[in-house]
């Protein structure tokens, strides 16, 4: 079992930036691939960026590419969600999960944080 707490969300302008942290408990923290997602009001959750045990495998949604930075610290059992250049559509409740395998597939993620919101202003 893990447990996941997200927290730095806030209201910023565009073109600012914010870290997002997920602190996590529970065991094997740092065999599970962990992932950020997103949702918008009335859209799906989707995919934002993932990050693998060791650190070495990381993806990205294309509209994140350049602007955001996965990170993680396996010994605070702590991954990080770093975005720059923020959007207003980069508006959303931000979650953090983990999962067993390397995948940007968010039915594949057994756990969940309960979300922290982010919100752009133009």
């Known amino acids: 079992q893990v447990q996941l707490v997200e927290s730095g969300g806030g209201l910023v302008q565009a073109g600012d930036s914010l870290r997002l942290s997920c602190a996590a408990s529970?065991?094997?923290?740092?065999?599970?691939?962990m992932g950020w997602f997103r949702q918008a009001p009335g859209k799906e959750r989707e995919f934002v960026a993932a990050i693998s045990w060791s650190g070495d495998n990381i993806h990205y949604v294309d509209s994140v590419k350049g602007r955001f930075t996965i990170s993680r610290d396996n010994a605070k059992n702590t991954v990080y969600l770093q975005m720059n250049s923020l959007k207003p559509e980069d508006t959303a409740v931000y979650y953090c999960?983990?999962?067993?395998?390397?995948?940007?597939?968010?039915?594949?993620?057994?756990?969940w944080g309960q979300g922290t919101q982010v919100t752009v202003s133009s």
């Open positions: 529970g065991r094997s923290f740092s065999s599970y691939t």
């Open positions: 999960a983990a999962a067993r395998v390397m995948t940007i597939r968010k039915e594949m993620y057994d756990y």
